[in-house]
Structure formats: C-alpha cells, structure tokens
C-alpha cells in the first residue's frame, strides 16, 4: 500500500467512526445529494434500515457505502470530510453544559431545572457558601439594632453574617447584592415599611432558590402575595430585639443545622 493510499485509507477510517456513532438518516440523505450518489444510499438494502432499527450490521454496511463512495470520486473524500466537520461544528455549540446547582430550597435537583441568563447582573465565579448568611434590610439607622441581633444570633451558631454595605466588590451596589444572595445558603429580608430595594432582593433570593427567612414589625407590612411566607414578627426595642434573637435561632438553627 502506497503512502497516500494508506492516509487516504485512515481517513476513510476516522469518517466511518464518526459517522457510525452521529449520523442520521437525514445526514444520509444529505450526503447523498452532495456526493450525487442518492441512489447508492436510498437503494441499498442494509444501510438505512439497519441504522434506523439499530442492527448490529450497520457498522458493515456504513463502511461499505462509505468505501463505495469515495471509491467513485476522489472529490467525495474531501465533500464528506467537509460535511462531518461542520456536523461536528453544530454538536460542540449545541452541547449542553450542565449548571451549577445553586438553590438551598431544594437539596436535590428537580426533574424540571430552566436555565436563565440575566441581563442586569453578571453570574459572579463563587460557590455557595455552606455557612453563609445575607441580610437584606433598609441601610437606615433605626434599623442597626436588628442587624446587630441577627449578628448575635449567627455569632452563637457559628454563621458568617453579611449585608451588602459590609463588602465592596463592585462599583455597582446591586451587583454587590446580587453576588451575596447567590453565594448564600439562607438570606434574611426584613419587610419593614414596605421597602422597595428589599422586595426586589427578595424576588431575587426567590429565584435563584435560596432560603429566605422574613422578618417584620407589621405584618402588614408583608406584600400580600408573600403572606404565604410565614414571617418573624418583632418590636423594635430591647425586649423585642431579646425575642426576635430566639425565633431567630431556632429558625437558623433548622436552616444551618
């Protein structure tokens, strides 16, 4: 066998592998126009029916019209070649990669996952936290006494506490949001006074499955399609604050347990 016989003899050889294991009827049909050979391929009397119910003889009878076709014209070799490449081309931008499972409501995958690509905030390239906990409450004043007790709460259970304002990753304060809630096991949303960056953080904990934790001082407070939700209700003074760290506990004692 001379040198260029045996090349083309591979490549004859790696086109029937790949062809043995991707083609379909229809890439066939297709190579059949290109090669002008469809009557070779509709007609044969193996080739189709055997791919089409999966008989072990396929594989002879791919290899066989294959060696017929570049036998005819040496031009086939290279419009086969061409046809495989692109083929091959189509199924790498078609692959499916398989995404990170980021959801703390759900341990375990559903049948049903969708896969989402969002406009305003970029995916940030960090893994869940087991033991992380977010707070998404007004950045007021009034309103440190209930941070500092949900503080205390993750300081007895050994829970890493974070709000948006103590970090500063990005120029863009939601992005800094954002990147906290999907690193998340369990974010806190506090509905005081019916805070609109507050719902709209917690839609986003909502949507990328996290556990959220909702705290209140009026229940009134809690939008009416999240009233399913049971929230911790609390005052905002000493003996409240007391209360609202042993509901507190007991939750995340269940969420981080």
Known sequence: ????????????????????????????IKVAYLTD?????????????????????YEGNSLQVLSKLLSESSSNLYEIERFVEAKKATMSRSVRVIPEYISTVQVVAPERVITFAPDVFRIPDKPVESTVLSVMMPFEARFTGTYTAIRNVCARLGI???RADDIWDNSILIQDVFDLIY??????????????NVFYETGV??????VVVP???SVNDIPFDLRHHRALTYLPNAEGLLKLETDL???LKNVFG
């Open 183 to 196: 690193t998340s096991k369990a974010v806190i949303t506090d509905f005081t006074d019916r805070n609109p």
């Open 205 to 210: 904990a909502h949507t990328l499955g996290k």
């Open 37 to 57: 050979s469809l009557e070779l391929i509709e007609d044969h009397p193996r080739l189709l029916r055997s791919l089409d119910f999966k008989d072990d003889d």
């Open 249 to 251: 506990e007991k939750k």
């Open 160 to 162: 890493e506490c974070r």
């Open 1 to 28: 066998m001379t040198r260029q016989n045996k090349q083309r003899t591979l490549r004859l050889f790696a086109l029937h592998e790949f062809i043995q294991d991707h083609f379909t009827k229809s890439d066939w």
């Open 215 to 217: 705290i209140t001082q």
